[in-house]
Every structure is written in structure tokens, then in C-alpha cells.
């Protein structure tokens, strides 16, 4: 299978913090690669490194085959990248409808094809189509926010703790949509909920510390008991 | 009856050449997180261009769309070469746009002479109606109709285009309007000209309205367009039009009941919003 993204020994600051010091992962086309790690690792940056939103400082971000860790945070998005933050960056004034206008990129029969096979994935967005964003449900707007990021023809989708503070029902819902899109879509995912983590990924990474140290498949990770103790605090 | 009648239309009158400079300073500092000082010299100039080609040309309207003209490009210059090298830095945003105020300022005294100069309606601006025994002014009448279409017009614009929603998207999460793969930079660009525009538009607009304009009416209004800013709430667009009657209309009334405290009871009302309600009067950015 042929790689989309490389991160190639990625170093990132925030202000003066040293944050990333050295993170390197490949993800395959048609895969979702989990990230894991403590709280505090550096995943969330790590993706914020690729929307280039904390931009690298060393190191190369490769995405089809092209550099793009100086391109500006919209044109990576346009080259293909969609972003769910981990606080999910719904426009709160604005409502479910408006939220999806802005993200929509073209007008064209794609994107609206793209629109409607979303909307019946989560139909609460369709049932709240007129609502302030501001307004839904923890886990409405964390389908907002991945529905906003899927709608344009994006080959990689970046989604960050999708699970965090949602109730298990909500929870399978959200990850029974992910896998759904997962037929269409390369995914990068940051997920602390091991459960929902091994079910959807394929392959994993773990970042400690602002550094990758250890990846595999999903396999291998489900049965390495001294490595979910040591990095993820699973016995 | 009459006086009550007089005094609002009046306040009106004065409200809508406030938000016409607070609109474009809530938006500017709303999306792009930039205090504009030098917004009052857009409105100074606004007035000097506009009223000398109205009196070049003998027509208010080219007048007025030479203002907007004049607020446009001076606008894109701003924001393109002034504002743009000092994004995000709020100390260095304030010594640029006051310098660039006095800047401003001074430029027309060189261009147009130091001495005020006086402007007056057109013709079929002048003079009041008499309804039911009530005077009406004619050019406040007009200068309300226009304050109201403009806020109708980006009323629409913010509400129903694509460019006014990723501005009101910006006001709340730049962030997010950049990763969804927009061009932000583009947007300030277009909201600056806007604002800019508009506060031309203001100072054309005041010019017969008080009668003479002079280099530094920009400050003066300036001051009342930030009390209506902080009141309206930073970035809030409707809640811009609201404080901005609401200061109109405070200042109308009290200008002629307590002179003296006319100007002090709207910093009074901007200080309490600020303790009491810093996100503004009018609920939060929208
Ligand atoms: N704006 C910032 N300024 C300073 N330090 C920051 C900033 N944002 C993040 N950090 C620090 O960077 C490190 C990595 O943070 P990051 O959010 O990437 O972790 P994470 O792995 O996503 O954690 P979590 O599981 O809690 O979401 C943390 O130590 C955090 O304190
Ligand atoms: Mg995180």
C-alpha cells in the first residue's frame, strides 16, 4: 500500500516549548493509524503540525509526495486534508447549515453528493439543520465537525479524541460513522479509548513525550500487555 | 412633544453616523483582532474628498460614492501595507494606527488648508417638512434612511453570502476558517475596505449635517465609535447599530438638558457595560 503522509523527525515549538522533539510516522493510504500516548504526549500538536497551525521548525511533512510543512494552514487544507479539532471548532453563532456552507469549498455536484451521504450518516445534523452550532449536544457537534471536514473531497481525514466526553452510546455512533467512511478516506486518528482505538485502527503510534517510540499494526499492539502498561496506562 | 420629536430624530441622525464608523471598527476588531485608531481619519477624510468633489462637481451623489471610493482604496492601502506587517501585535497595532491618524489628519490640512470648511445639503436636501405642526429636517430624515439601508445591506451580506459567513465564522474561530481551507487574509483585506468605506461614508454624510468639517472630526467621532464598540460587544455587528442609537440618542438628549455631562454619561455607560457585561450589551460575537 502507498504512503500518503510521512512525517519525517518533526520538531515543533510552541512559543519557547520545546513540544515535538522528534516525530516521524508513515500512514497508508486506505488505513486509519491510531496515535496514542498519555495526556500531554504531543498528539494534538502533532496534528496541529500537519494543518501546519503549529508549524514544524525541522523536519518535513510529506502528503502526496509533495512537501508541505511551509505551505500555509489553508492551502494544506485545500490540498486535501480535513481537520476535526480536539475541541471540535464548531462556529457557534452560526448554524448546522452555515457551519457545512463554509466548509463546503465548491458548489459542485461532488460536494453536495458528498453532503447528503453524510447527512444520512448523521441524520440529528439534518434534523438540526436551522440550530446554532453553539446549541447541539457534545456529540452533535462532534458529528458537525467531522461531517464539515469530510464534505470536501478530502483524501485524509486528521480527527482528534472524536470520543472525549461522550456518552458510550454516542460514542459507538460516532465510531460505527468513522469506520463507515473509512471505505473512502484515509484517517489519522487520535484516540485515548482503547476500545473504540482497536476496533477502527489498523496500525498504531505512540508518542511520549513529544517523541514517536513505538509503532506496529493494531495486532501486535492488542496482545503486547507491557506496552499498553507502559505508554497508555492499560493493564 | 416637538422638542421630544426634534431630539430623537436627531439622536438618530447622530446614532447612524456612529455606527457607520463603529461598524467597520467591531468588524476589524471582531475578525482580525486589529485596533484601527486611524479609523476616524478614514471618516475625516471621507468628508474632506467627498464634499470638495460634491463642490467640484455640484453633485452630492458623486459626492458621496467619491467618499466610499476614497474609504475603499485608502482602506486596501491600510490594510496592505500598514496593518499587515503588524498582525497580532497589539502594542505595535496602536503606535501604527495613531501615528497613521495624525498622519491622516495632517495630510488634509496640507491638501484642503487648515481652516475648517463649510458644506451644506443640496437643494433638495434642504430645509424640514411640516407634519401635523412637527418639523422635520429634512437631511436628518435622509441621513437615518441611509444608516438604515447600509445596515440593511451588510445585514444581508454577513447573513446571506458566502464571504459575509466566513467573516462571521472568522469573528468566532479564525482557526477553524483557515483549516477548512480558507484564505483568511483575503477576507480581512475585503472586510477592511468595507469598514473603511463606510466610515467615509459617515464623514461625507456629516459634512452638511453639522454644517463645516474639519481635520479633526475623525478623532472626536472616533471616541464615540469605540464607546460603541465596547457596548455593543467587540465584533458584534447588530449590537454595533443598537449601542450606536443608544449613544446617539443619550447624547442628543443630554446635550440639551445637561450639556456638560453629554460626553461623560457615555463613557459612564461604556465603563459599566465593561464591568458588568464586558461581552457587550447585546449578548455575544455575532
Ligand atoms: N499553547 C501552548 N503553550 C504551551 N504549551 C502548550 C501549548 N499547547 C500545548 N502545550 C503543551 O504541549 C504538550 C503537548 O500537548 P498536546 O495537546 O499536543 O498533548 P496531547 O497528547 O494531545 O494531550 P491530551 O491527551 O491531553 O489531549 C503538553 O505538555 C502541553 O502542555
Ligand atoms: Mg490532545
Known sequence: MSVLLKLNNIETFIGQYHILQGVSLEVKKGEVTVLLGRNGAGKTTTLRTIMALNPASKGSVVFRDQEIQNLPTYTIAQRGIGYVPEDQGIFAGLTVEENMKVAMQKDNEETHKRLDYILNLFPDLKKFWKKPGGLLSGGQKQMLSIARAYVNENELLLIDEPSKGLAPIVVEKVMESILQMKEQTTIVLVEQNFMMASTIGDCFYIIDDGRTVSNGTMKQLKEDEEMKRKYLGIA | ?286
Open chain 2, 1 to 286: 412633544m416637538e422638542l421630544l420629536f426634534n431630539l430623537t430624530l436627531n439622536g438618530l441622525a447622530t446614532g447612524m453616523l456612529i455606527f457607520l464608523l463603529a461598524a467597520g471598527l467591531t468588524l476589524i476588531f471582531g475578525l482580525m483582532d486589529v485596533l484601527n485608531f486611524a479609523h476616524g481619519g478614514l471618516f475625516a477624510w471621507g468628508a474632506y474628498s467627498g464634499i470638495w468633489i460634491y463642490s467640484t462637481t455640484g453633485s452630492f451623489i458623486i459626492g458621496i460614492l467619491g467618499a466610499i471610493l476614497t474609504g475603499f482604496l485608502l482602506g486596501i492601502i491600510t490594510e496592505k501595507w500598514i496593518i499587515k506587517p503588524v498582525y497580532g501585535n497589539h502594542v505595535q497595532q496602536i503606535l501604527i494606527t495613531l501615528g497613521l491618524m495624525l498622519v491622516l489628519s495632517e495630510m488634509l490640512k496640507v491638501i484642503w488648508g487648515p481652516n475648517q470648511l463649510s458644506a451644506n445639503p443640496p437643494d433638495y436636501l434642504q430645509g424640514s417638512w411640516e407634519i401635523g405642526g412637527m418639523i422635520i429636517i429634512k437631511y436628518r430624515v435622509f441621513i437615518i434612511f441611509v444608516g438604515f439601508l447600509v445596515f440593511a445591506g451588510v445585514q444581508y451580506l454577513l447573513k446571506n453570502t458566502k464571504i459575509g459567513l466566513v467573516v462571521r465564522a472568522g469573528v468566532m474561530n479564525k482557526e477553524m476558517v483557515q483549516a477548512l481551507g480558507i484564505n483568511i487574509k483575503k477576507v480581512f483585506m475585503f472586510v477592511f475596505m468595507i469598514g473603511s468605506g463606510m466610515a467615509a461614508l459617515g464623514g461625507v454624510l456629516f459634512g452638511p449635517y453639522s454644517g463645516v468639517i474639519h481635520a479633526g472630526m475623525g478623532m472626536e467621532f472616533a471616541i464615540l465609535a469605540f464607546i460603541v464598540v465596547v457596548i455593543g460587544g467587540m465584533g458584534n455587528f447588530t449590537g454595533s447599530v443598537m449601542a450606536a442609537i443608544l449613544v446617539g440618542l443619550s447624547g442628543s438628549f443630554m446635550a440639551y438638558y445637561v450639556p456638560e455631562l453629554s460626553l461623560a454619561v457615555n463613557m459612564l455607560l461604556m465603563a459599566v457595560v465593561l464591568i458588568v457585561k464586558p461581552q457587550g450589551l447585546f449578548g455575544g460575537k455575532g
